[in-house]
């Protein structure tokens, strides 16, 4: 079940840069919650989970030549993690 709920991490230039101060950030089911959130990223990863903030995303709208279309919605959540809890999938290598 955690892993229908956490799609994918985020991977860009902020949410790499808060992985120093213990914060990640995931796009998550729609329907998730954040104790659900919570649970699934601590059965996952092994850490202990703090806080949770969930972003609802709306989908913008593109044009392709004439047709007018709109992306999908999306629900993102930034984890914080207890001090000395680090995942893998967001370091760096220097």
Do not use: C, W
Not at 32 to 53: H, Q
Not at 61 to 80: E, G, I, P
Request: aromatic share 6%; proline share 2%; no cysteine.
């Amino acid at each position: 079940m955690a892993k229908t709920l956490i799609h994918r991490p985020v991977i860009s230039e902020k949410s790499i840069s808060q992985g120093t101060v213990n914060k990640y950030t995931f796009v998550v089911d729609k329907s998730a919650s954040k104790p659900l959130i919570a649970d699934a990223i601590a059965k996952l990863f092994k850490v202990t989970v703090e806080d949770v903030r969930i972003i609802n995303q709306r989908g913008k709208l593109k044009r392709f030549r004439r047709v007018l279309a709109k992306r999908s919605d999306r629900k993102k959540a930034v984890v914080t993690l207890k001090s000395g809890d680090r995942i893998a999938l967001f370091e760096e290598n220097k």
